[in-house]
């Protein structure tokens, strides 16, 4: 039954990733929103002419209207459906792939998340053992090739994920202090988060140790005898729901929860046609010259497969991984304010992300709220780095209703502020002694200017 609760699963994470990015599109890349589709294609076919199709494989070159990106989403949630019950689940497959990817391509910054890459992977795997037919059984077994494509994927996921940290060099994780800012510093924490920072140092760097045996030494059991890798499996499972615990992290655990289906008891078809042995071989190929890239034992692939490794990344067939291979030891957050006069100012708040000092922590995942995760990135450098935000500027300006429905409410709601501004603050939790007497999770302090107060030209 692996094949049946994958299969099932993954159209469970379609639906939930299609279904997160319904409310959000139009205000981030719909064409009153912070990145319309419509220019980025326009300036991305004017620099690279016919190559540009080849470049940014996407539907939107057909239709870039709000009409077309919303029925994309649309079109995803309903074959998300029908890959759940079984019906025409082959088409359905290819179909959610095709239409994620098209919507990755043209995401820009807001989609340039590793869970995203994950489920676009997994999600091209998952059509060398989805069965054909209108309805067919889900209980049939899988190739064993396609078996071994997501073993070897959950293996890179995680090995991947434990090297990079070693790899980079950062501090942090060599004298196993990373997790003594994780919790505070890690993009949207959870509820629970507040009190994993207040555990002793000691524990904190007991639970790097245990970071670096899950991510590091358990996925070779992945690779192992049956023991061995429900073993591997369990341990996986349970660090992911520990992360999914402290970190709002969408649907990244669920996924690679997901993925260790394929390390349990599998039953296997006896043949496998040859397209699926020549498309699995290659995935595992490339994914294993990665790694010894990674390693600096094959610092440059050899042809073909350099041009299959380019070819694969753009597709998002096989993916490099690795979060927080450098731990973040402050909080830098961006306040946007704005001001009818330039003397009085009032904040923009967020949904999800960290602002008012008293506003609670909340559970986001699996749903994401894009713009949140993106600020938390554009705070840890400069606005000159991050060009996109003076777009989201303009859009509260003039005033665009689907900019400012990204916020968690609108302070100028009967016309447009005059005047913008953005402030960086130094974020901190508080200690049990502040919040039991004033309530703040956090306790703030002024950094600086973000972005200086601007105005639209008369």
Not at 109 to 124: C, I
Not at 268 to 285: D, E, M, S, Y
Request: proline share 6%; hydrophobic share 50%; charged share 10%.
């Amino acid at each position: 039954m692996v094949r049946s609760a994958f299969l099932r699963g993954l159209a469970i994470i379609y639906l939930i990733a299609f279904a997160s990015l319904l409310p959000q599109i139009g205000g981030l890349i719909g064409s009153n929103g912070i990145l319309p589709t419509h220019d980025y294609l326009q300036n991305v076919r004017s620099e690279y002419g016919a190559s540009a199709y080849a470049l940014l494989p996407t539907l939107a070159w057909l239709n870039s209207s709000d009409i077309f990106l919303r029925g994309m989403v649309w079109a995803g949630m309903v074959l998300a459906v029908l890959l759940l019950i079984g019906l025409i689940p082959m088409p359905a497959a290819i179909g959610l792939y095709v239409l994620y990817l098209s919507i990755d391509t043209i995401g820009q910054v807001f989609y340039s998340f590793q869970w995203d890459a994950l489920l676009l992977e997994a999600g091209f795997a998952a059509i060398l053992l989805t069965p054909v037919g209108l309805r067919p059984s889900y209980r049939t077994p899988p190739y064993r090739l396609a078996v071994w494509v997501f073993r070897f994927l959950i293996f890179r996921l995680m090995f991947e994920s434990g090297a990079v940290k070693l790899l980079s060099g950062d501090p942090t994780w060599r004298n196993l202090t990373a997790l003594t800012y994780h919790y505070e510093t890690q993009p949207l924490p959870t509820p629970i988060a507040w009190y994993a920072h207040q555990l002793p140092a000691l524990v904190q760097k007991i639970s790097v140790l245990g970071v670096f045996a899950i991510e590091l030494i358990v996925p070779f059991l992945f690779l192992a005898t049956r023991r061995l890798r429900i073993v591997g499996a369990w341990m996986t499972i349970s660090f992911q729901l520990m992360i999914a615990l402290t970190g709002n992290y969408t649907f990244f655990n669920l996924l690679a929860i997901l993925l260790c289906l394929f390390l349990f008891d599998v039953n296997i078809a006896q043949r496998t046609p040859w397209n699926v042995r020549f498309v699995g071989v290659v995935l595992i190929a490339i994914g294993f010259l990665q790694v010894l890239t990674m390693f600096g034992i094959a610092p440059n692939l050899p042809e073909p497969f350099s041009s299959m490794d380019f070819r694969a990344e753009s597709f998002h067939l096989v993916n490099r991984y690795g979060l927080f291979a450098v731990m973040t030891t402050s909080r830098p957050e961006i306040v946007i304010e704005g001001s009818a006069d330039g003397a009085n100012w009032q904040a923009y708040e967020f949904k999800y992300k960290p602002g008012d000092v008293y506003g609670r922590l909340r559970w986001v995942a699996p749903h994401q709220p894009r713009l949140d995760w993106q600020m938390w990135f554009a705070a840890l450098s400069n606005s000159q780095s991050n060009p996109w935000f003076q777009q989201l500027l303009l859009g509260l300006l003039e005033g665009r209703s689907a900019v400012t429905s990204l916020f968690a409410f609108n302070p100028f709601p009967n016309q447009p502020p005059r005047f913008i501004r953005a402030v960086t603050y130094d974020y901190h939790f508080t200690d049990w002694a502040t919040r039991r007497k004033t309530g703040a999770v956090w306790a703030r302090t002024v950094m600086g200017q973000y972005f200086p107060a601007v105005s639209l030209k008369k």
